[in-house]
Every structure is written in C-alpha cells, then in structure tokens.
C-alpha cells in the first residue's frame, strides 16, 4: 500500500494516523487493581499539603477535579473520593503491554507518555483507507481491554493534530474517525486553545486582537498572524488553522535530559540539610540516567524558593559522565551560588547533553573532585554527610537515632501472611486500614493492624487480568523507574 497525501502538503488522503490516549490512566488502573474502588471518584497523586492530582477517575471530575489541581482543592471538592499516590512502576508496566499491541499495528509508534501514542497504521501495512483504519482502530481497543481490562480511545486521522482532536471527542472509551478533506469544517468554531503550541499567554495574546475561534485565526490570514506571534509561530499556526500538519510519526524520540525533582511539604531552611537532599536528588537522577543508557555533560540545578521564584544554574563538564560521586559534587557547587535565605520548596536535579557512552576522562573528574576539595569539601564529605545523620537527631552525635515508625501510604500494595494480598486504605496513631481483595475478586474485607505487625509486609503489584502476569512480570523484569 502507498500513502495518498492530499493536494496542499501535509495532509493524508486517507485516515491512517491512529492517536491513542487511555482513558484516566492512573486512576482507572486503580480501579482495575480494587474492585471497592469501581464506579467510585479515585484520584491519583501526591497527598502531601502540596501535592497536585496526577488523575482524577471519570467519576471525580464530576465533582470538578481535574489533573495538576492542587490536592488541597481536591479534598474540598470531592471529600469522600479516594485519595491514592502513584505507583508509576505499576503504570510503566500496564504501558508497556499497550505499547507492545501498538507495536504489532506498526513500526512506527510514537509514544508521548505511558498512556498516549500515535501510530502511523500505512507503514504497518493494516490500513489504506477509512474502513480499514477504523477496523485496525476498533480491534486495538478490543486487544487492550482483553490484555488489561482498562479502556482507550482512538482518534484516526490524516494528520497527527487531528488524530490527537479526534481522540478526545472520543472520550472516554470510544473511536471517532475525521475524514480527511473536513478539518477546516472540524476547525473552524473551535477555540484557538485547541492547536498545538497555543497556551494561556497565546491564546490571550489572540483574544485580544479578536481572534477567540480558529476561524477567526484562517479569517485574519497569516501576514496577521505573523506581525502578532513572529514568523515562525504565525506562519506554523494558520496552518494549522487550516487543518495541514505534516509532522511525521517519529518511532523514536532522543531523550535531551534526564531530571528528578522534589516538592516539600514545608519549606526547608537549614543549609546542610538543603545540601543533603540535592546530594540525594543527584543519587537518583544517575540512577535514572543510567537507566536509560545514557550519560551526560551538563549538570543542572533547579531550586524554587518560598516566594515561588525558581533558579536554574548549570556546569558543563569536559566530557560525558554517569559517575554519581562526579554529579553529586556538581550539584553541591551549583548549590553554593544560590541564595537560600528565606527558605526552599521545591529542588531539583538534572542531567543534559546525553550521550549513549560514558567517556571516562579520569583527569577531568579527577579536576572536578579537586576543585571541591579547594573550595573546603574533600571527595568524602557527600558520604559522611548521608551516612551520619545523627548529629541533626535529637539526642545529637553518638547516641542511637530513635526507630522510626513503619510507614504505609494509601494504595500501597501489601501481603498479609494469614489474610493474602491487599492494599493500604490509611494508616495513622500507629494503626494500618488495609483491604484484602484481588483485581478479580469481590470487594474484600477491612481489617486494622498495628504499623509494625510482623506478618504484614510491603508486596508487588498483581496482574490486572487473571493468568497473564502483566504487571508483576514487568516488574521482575525491570518495569522501569517512576516517571
């Protein structure tokens, strides 16, 4: 089969780009993993006081919760939802069965997150024209429910942007096809908030000059469009105002940086312990980095303050690198050019200018190490820090830290050696609310234990459907780490 491409570039001539987004992904894998949870508002995220919703199942957007919502805003509005953290090894391994149905489609699979993809079906060789592309769109959304029982919706398409429209009209659960030829009909009353590269700024940088519908953007021309958003972005945008969008589905995306962040509860002040958590954060981005195959020459520091003002500072280094002692001094001497004063809530680090190789410039760390040690830390100073916190716990320096407390967050997945398998409904004053059922059992049965009760124990995800191991098979296998 060959591709037909319509008359202005751009455009196919038959609906074979397939957008997939799974339908509130987070949240109805939970419902899928609890079957307490099922036709009841869940919302997935962070529980702490600043926590933001990752996603809010359909039944919680009722109530007006949506993602990046902050967590606080949802409790007010749904009170009796729900509430649960992310397990992303859990969602990585779901994805990754999702990705592998994509894959059977064709080689070209775009993915853009755990839960949403584009795949060009022409290359794959099952689709030439809307028949067979629906009929491709239709089993894809039948093999993902058998293999987890959760639900997608597929947006099929000439062109990406409209592939990606398409999807959402067909939420949740369903397939809507855009003939292609009808996407100035599509476009046209549409605001202008749905072309890619419009945001809040844009989109009122627009209704400001009475431009609010992308009909109004094609009626204004592009000589407009230009004087009010420059070249590039004015000549790009009524373009697609007029439905042509030729950006391929690219199977593979480089990876530019790799980064890991915290958000804190309360904003830290101390110094030292402000050290130690970047020293941490750097720990954690190396195993990401490594992760990936990859290491990298720049090394980036975000630190955001009390008043929500956020600094970035970056040192390139001579060569590429996924040595943790050679990152965590980096950070550590980025960190002492910021200003702290007044306290930090959020930090970060990162690492870019990846490379699938790590050249091992001995001379050059060896550099970075000593010039550590010349501004007063020597190469040891990271480790003693994190190994002997005892001097900031009460009772200070050689005495015994005290035992914390166990520590079980709502929706953890746990195995109790009398009841069985079950997950964590709360915990607090030393108690655990646990509730035993399986992905295909009946709604189980609540019981309480005390947070330390030996026969309790943290356990791994089970399957979401009987029999195929999915996501605890993931996970053996290296399911990957939270995104």
Request: with cysteine; aromatic share 4%; hydrophobic share 40%.
């Amino acid at each position: 089969m060959s591709v037909a491409w319509g008359s202005i570039g751009g455009v196919r001539a038959a609906p074979t780009i397939l957008h997939l987004d799974m339908d509130a992904f987070f949240a109805a894998a939970e419902q899928a993993a609890k079957p307490s949870l099922r036709g009841k508002p869940v919302v997935v995220g962070g529980l702490g006081p600043r926590g933001v919703v990752a996603t809010a199942s359909y039944e919680a957007r009722r109530f007006g919760v949506h993602s990046a919502m902050p967590m606080g805003q949802a409790r007010r509005l749904a009170p009796n939802a729900a509430y649960l953290v992310a397990r992303f090894a859990f969602y990585r391994s779901i994805s990754e069965q999702v990705m592998e149905l994509l894959g059977r489609l064709s080689p070209l699979v775009e993915p853009l997150s755990l839960d949403e993809a584009f795949v060009d079906l022409e290359a794959g060789g099952v689709a030439d024209d809307s028949a067979s592309a629906r009929a491709a769109g239709e089993r894809l959304r039948a093999d993902i429910l058998a293999a987890t029982g959760l639900t997608g919706s597929v947006g099929l398409a000439g062109s990406k942007m409209i592939a990606k429209i398409a999807s959402e009209e067909a939420k949740p659960d369903g397939l809507v096809l855009i003939e292609p030829g009808t996407e100035r009909e599509l476009l046209g009353p549409r605001s202008v908030r749905i072309l890619p590269g419009v945001g809040p700024a844009t989109g009122e940088h627009l209704r400001r000059a009475g431009m609010t519908t992308v009909g109004d953007l094609v009626e204004a021309g592009e000589d407009e469009l230009v004087r009010l958003l420059g070249k590039a972005h004015g000549a790009s945008l009524y373009r697609m105002a007029q439905g042509y969008d030729d950006r391929p589905v690219v199977a593979e995306r480089d990876a530019k940086s790799v980064s890991v962040e915290d958000t804190f509860d309360v904003d830290l002040h101390d110094r030292v312990r402000i050290r130690t958590e970047v020293e941490r954060l750097a720990e954690r981005c190396v195993g990401r980095l490594r992760a990936s195959g990859h290491s990298g020459r720049t090394i980036v520091l975000k630190v955001r303050r009390y008043d929500f003002s956020t600094l970035t500072r970056s040192e390139t280094l001579r060569g590429p690198t996924d040595d943790p002692v050679v990152v965590r001094e980096a950070a550590a001497r980025l960190l002492e050019a910021v200003d702290t004063t007044g306290g930090v809530r959020l930090l970060g680090v990162g690492v870019s200018g990846l490379a699938d190789y790590t050249q091992e410039d001995l001379f050059a760390q060896f550099a970075e190490v000593a010039e550590a040690a010349a501004g007063g830390r020597d190469a040891g100073e990271a480790e003693a820090v994190a190994a002997e916190p005892a001097a900031s716990l009460p009772g200070g320096p050689g005495q015994a830290a005290p035992v914390e407390e166990r520590r079980w967050s709502p929706g953890q997945d746990v195995r109790h050696a009398v009841h069985g398998a079950g997950w964590v409904q709360g915990s607090g004053v030393g108690r655990v609310t646990v509730r035993f059922e399986e992905p295909w059992s009946a709604p189980g049965r609540v019981r309480t234990f005390a947070v330390d009760d030996p026969d309790l124990e943290p356990s791994e995800p089970l399957p979401l459907v009987r029999g195929t191991g999915g996501p605890e098979r993931s996970e053996a296998a290296g399911g990957g780490a939270a995104a």
